[in-house]
């Protein structure tokens, strides 16, 4: 399941990812997301982890590449939390290869996560 985070900057959009994650989770995603981009005009993301990448189903992943793909001139910055060093190394990596900026965050920096993609910190 997703749920979007209360309580964020208006800037960016923040979810909640917990137990397993399916096709029909993104449809919130994507309209929130658009919305923002409609609003902004680019795109600040946060990903909260609270479950393993292996609870997102194969439509769920498929659903994520397309909102990528769908927004990619748009990607400001992103940043997924997890408690997973291998999440946050993949998202090290992958900013290399997407527009924006993706940075991965253990769950103890929550705070420091949405400054950054709030553009409130560069840190």
């Known amino acids: 399941m997703i749920v979007q985070i209360p309580d964020v900057p208006d800037n960016m959009v923040g979810f909640r990812a917990d137990g397993e994650v399916t ?29 393993s990448p292996k609870d997102f189903t194969l439509g769920a992943w498929l659903q994520d590449a397309l909102l ?7 990607w400001n910055r992103a940043a997924i939390i997890s408690d997973s060093e291998a999440v946050i190394k993949f998202t090290e990596v992958f900013s290399k290869l997407m527009p924006g900026e993706f940075r991965g965050y253990p769950k103890t920096e929550y705070a420091k996560a949405v400054n950054w993609v709030s553009e409130r910190s560069d840190v």
């Open 68 to 74: 990528g793909i769908s927004n990619i001139t748009k």
């Open 23 to 51: 096709k029909e989770d993104f449809e919130l995603v994507k309209e929130e997301v658009a919305q923002l981009v409609e609003k902004t005009g680019k795109l600040n993301y946060l990903l909260f982890l609270d479950n």
